[in-house]
Every structure is written in structure tokens, then in C-alpha cells.
T-cell receptor, first 115, second 111 residues
Framework: EPEVTQTPSHQVTQMGQEVILRCVPI?????FYWYRQILGQKVEFLVS????????KSEIFDDQFSVERPDGSNFTLKIRSTKLEDSAMYFC?????????????FGQGTRLTVV | RKEVEQDPGPFNVPEGATVAFNCTYS??????FFWYRQDCRKEPKLLMS???SGNEDGRFTAQLNRASQYISLLIRDSKLSDSATYLC????????????FGGGTRLMVKP
């Protein structure tokens, strides 16, 4: 069964450092997303990406964050200067079509720990 | 008011029991509704979409009441493997692509 894959599974970084979280969405999917979940809290939307541009973003997704699809298979989330409060599980997701009509499949997540 | 609100639980039930979870959402423009399941420290996985007429998938039944902005999930004949957190999810504001998650209801099924 096709799946969304994320690397690394766990990343530890020092405050102020840049991190790049990587995702390989399902190959025929057109919509890509990043969500995060702080430990013990709800899953929160960060950004959606379609047709090589951001289609929607939340208030969390400020100038510290950026996304990129550098080639035909990868989708990355960059955090420029990490803060302690960026520590969370980051989930990449993809869908074949708009989430109103198609299921969003989530990757297994990258646990980011900022120290 | 929270965008998607759920009772966090936990609901502790014996195997074979029937259990129901409820959820309310604040955005009357929401158009799509889902129940996801999340196991501890794992990714959310779609359990079922929720349709206006109500829908059933095996032991699971979902209902939607648009007038009350209320969604429910009924699990019959609970199994140990049903133990998880159940997330009520709404397709976001202005019918965009964003999924808005509730905080989840934790279910523990005991032998």
C-alpha cells in the first residue's frame, strides 16, 4: 500500500539552528500538507501546497517556516531558527484531491526536539 | 469557543460494550467531516468520513447534525484493538483544504 514517508523519525537540534524535515508524499497525489502536534495537544494545520505554491497557511506558519518541493518526489519543511516551543511531532500528509473529496494520508511523523 | 470540541475522556469500557463519542464544531461553513484514529505517538489515520445521511462501516456508525453542528461516532462490540484516541476532524474554513482537528477522545477497552 502506498504511504507517505518522513525522515528523520527523530531530530534533536539546538535552539537557533535551522532544521529541514523531509517528506515523500504518495506519488500520484497533488496536494501536500504539514501539520504539527505538540505533546499532549491537538493536531494543528501549518500549511497546504498545491501546484508548486502555498495554497493555505495558518497563523503558526510565520516567516520562520518555509516549504519547498525541490524535485518531483520530495516535500520539505524548513524552520529557520528553531525555538524551544517548536518542539513537536511534525506530520506530512498528501491527498489525491481536495480534502473535501479525498482522504489525506499522513506520514509517521518526525519528532523534533529543540534543546 | 474551540473550533472543534471533544470530551477528552478517557472512556474506559469492557470488551463488547457499545460506546459513543460526540463532537461539536463552530464553523457553520464547514463542508466535510471525518473521524480519525490516532494510536499513541503515531500518525492520525482516517477511520471514516461522515455524511449528512449518516453512515456505517462495520461496527462503526457516524452521524452528522448540521443544524446543531454536532458529529457523533458509535462503536459497537468494542474490541481491545479499538483502544486509541478518536479525533473529530472538520474540513476547514471557507471550504479550504485545511483540516481542523479536535483534541481527541481517548478510548480504553479492557478485557
Amino acid at each position: 500500500e502506498p504511504e507517505v514517508t518522513q525522515t528523520p523519525s527523530h531530530q534533536v537540534t539546538q535552539m537557533g539552528q535551522e532544521v529541514i524535515l523531509r517528506c515523500v508524499p504518495i506519488s500520484n497525489h497533488l496536494y501536500f500538507y504539514w501539520y504539527r502536534q505538540i505533546l499532549g495537544q491537538k493536531v494543528e494545520f501549518l500549511v497546504s501546497f498545491y501546484n508548486n505554491e502555498i495554497s493555505e497557511k495558518s497563523e503558526i506558519f510565520d516567516d520562520q517556516f518555509s516549504v519547498e518541493r525541490p524535485d518531483g518526489s520530495n516535500f520539505t519543511l524548513k524552520i529557520r531558527s528553531t525555538k524551544l516551543e517548536d518542539s513537536a511531532m511534525y506530520f506530512c500528509a498528501s491527498s489525491e484531491a481536495h480534502t473535501g473529496v479525498a482522504e489525506a494520508f499522513f506520514g509517521q511523523g518526525t519528532r523534533l526536539t529543540v534543546v | 469557543r474551540k473550533e472543534v470540541e471533544q470530551d477528552p475522556g478517557p472512556f474506559n469500557v469492557p470488551e463488547g460494550a457499545t460506546v459513543a463519542f460526540n463532537c461539536t464544531y463552530s464553523n457553520s461553513a464547514s463542508q466535510s467531516f471525518f473521524w480519525y484514529r490516532q494510536d499513541c505517538r503515531k500518525e492520525p489515520k482516517l477511520l471514516m468520513s461522515v455524511y449528512s445521511s449518516g453512515n456505517e462501516d462495520g461496527r462503526f456508525t457516524a452521524q452528522l447534525n448540521r443544524a446543531s453542528q454536532y458529529i457523533s461516532l458509535l462503536i459497537r462490540d468494542s474490541k481491545l484493538s479499538d483502544s486509541a484516541t478518536y479525533l473529530c476532524v472538520v474540513n476547514g474554513r471557507n471550504a479550504g483544504n485545511m483540516l481542523t482537528f479536535g483534541g481527541g477522545t481517548r478510548l480504553m477497552v479492557k478485557p
